[in-house]
């Protein structure tokens, strides 16, 4: 990440998710939060094509943004319009002292770290060598874990069937 527009899309992307997250905490309507939740989602794999990790960006993608996203939609408008609002609970303020000794444990960690740049050269694609190592080395788990979310979606179907 040398040149310039490669910092100045990281810095963007990097404000937007940020920005994005804090949206989804403070807005009240749940539709809205989920919005934000995918528009941080998609600052996320942003930044990773920043960070030349091109494989585990269009896995963000696919599986968050379009999976995860669309199943949270899917539970808040099947459940009652009363339930639907982001009321105030007696959580929010463990919930803020745990965020606030997060970020606090993050800061230091950002500050005793050494972020001297590795020398290896420049990264290189992450999709192929992935790709080589599930159809080679790993096929044989690759196969169970589609036969078992096969079985998982034939069950989820037969669950909601109605007879």
Known sequence: ME??????AFWVLSAVT???A???VAVRNLIHAVLFLILSFIGVAGLYVTLSADFV???QILIYVGAISVLILF???LTPRAARDNAETFLQVPGLVLAALVAVTMGAIALVTDWS?????PFSE?????????????VLPFEIASVVLLAAMVGAIVLVRED
């Open 22 to 24: 804090l949206m989804v």
């Open 57 to 59: 960006a269009v896995t």
């Open 3 to 8: 040149d310039v527009g490669s910092i100045v």
């Open 126 to 138: 992450t999709a192929e060598a992935i790709g080589e190592a599930l159809l080679d080395k790993y």
């Open 75 to 77: 539970a808040i408008l």
């Open 18 to 20: 940020l920005g994005a």
């Open 117 to 121: 740049e590795a020398t290896h050269g």
